[in-house]
C-alpha cells in the first residue's frame, strides 16, 4: 500500500496551459515537501509546508497543504518547456530525523 | 548554503570489488541519510543517522556499510555488490527537529553500475 499517492504519474501538455498535481495520504504529516528532479540528478527542494491550510507561492508555483496536514497540491500556472522534469512529495511523518514517504513522482513534459 | 556534495558522480565496479561513496554538508545539520533511486522510481530510504548514531537502517543488505566519521561526512561502504544493486545513490541532510527544519536537502547523487 502506497502511504502517499500521487497523481497524475504522468502528464504531457501544451506550453502555456495550467496544471495541477495531487499528494494524498490517510495519514497526518510533520511535514512535507516538493521536490523537482532531473534524469541523473539529486532532488531540489522547490518548497516546505508546515501548518494546515497554508499556501506557498514560488513565481508560476503554488503550493497548499490540506487543513488536516495529509494532502497537498502543486498547481503550475502558464507551463513552459523548462518546467519539464520529475515532480516528487515526500512528507515526514513523525518529524525529526526521520525517512522521507515518497509519492510515486509526476513525470511532467511540457510541449512548445 | 544549501549544498550537499557527493563523490563520485559516476562509478562503475565489478562483483567483487570494495568501493566506498563519500558525502559532504556543511550546514550544521546533524541528521544524515542514504537513499537509493532506481529508474523512473521515488527514492527509497536506506540508512539515517543522527548525532553521528545509526539511528535507522531499512533491512539494508551487509553488502551495504554506511559510516558517519563526524557530523559533516556520511560515507557508504559497498563490497561484493550485485548487478542489481545499480542505482542513483542519494545522500541528503537535515536538522534533526521537526517542522520545517526536518526538510532534507538532497546531494547530486553517484550513479553505480555493477557489473
Known amino acids: 500500500t502506497q502511504l502517499l499517492e500521487q497523481s497524475p504519474q504522468f502528464l504531457s501538455i501544451q506550453e502555456g496551459e495550467n496544471l495541477t498535481v495531487y499528494c494524498n495520504s490517510s495519514?497526518?504529516?510533520?511535514?512535507l515537501q516538493w521536490y523537482r528532479q532531473e534524469p541523473g540528478e539529486g532532488p531540489v527542494l522547490l518548497v516546505t509546508v508546515v501548518t494546515g491550510g497554508e499556501v506557498k507561492k514560488l513565481k508560476r508555483l503554488t503550493f497548499q497543504f490540506g487543513d488536516a496536514r495529509k494532502d497537498s497540491s502543486l498547481h503550475i500556472t502558464a507551463a513552459q518547456p523548462g518546467d519539464t522534469g520529475l515532480y516528487l512529495c515526500a512528507g515526514s511523518l513523525g518529524g525529526g530525523a526521520d525517512g522521507l514517504t515518497f509519492g510515486k513522482g509526476t513525470h511532467l513534459i511540457i510541449q512548445p | 548554503d544549501t549544498e550537499v556534495t557527493q563523490t563520485p558522480k559516476h562509478l562503475v565496479m565489478g562483483m567483487t570489488n570494495k568501493k566506498s561513496l563519500k558525502c559532504e554538508q556543511h550546514m550544521g545539520h546533524r541528521a544524515m541519510y542514504w537513499y537509493k533511486q532506481k529508474a523512473k522510481k521515488p527514492p527509497e530510504l536506506m540508512f539515517v543517522?543522527?548525532?553521528?548514531?545509526?539511528?535507522i537502517n531499512e533491512s539494508v543488505p551487509s553488502r551495504f556499510s554506511p559510516e558517519c566519521p563526524n557530523s559533516s561526512l556520511l560515507n557508504l561502504h559497498l563490497h561484493a555488490l550485485q548487478p542489481e544493486d545499480s542505482a542513483l545513490y542519494l545522500c541528503a541532510s537535515s536538522h534533526p527537529r521537526s517542522g520545517s527544519t526536518d526538510t532534507q536537502y538532497f546531494g547530486p547523487g553517484t550513479r553505480l553500475t555493477v557489473l
Open positions: 495519514s497526518v504529516f510533520s511535514s
Open positions: 543517522y543522527s548525532y553521528e548514531k545509526l539511528s
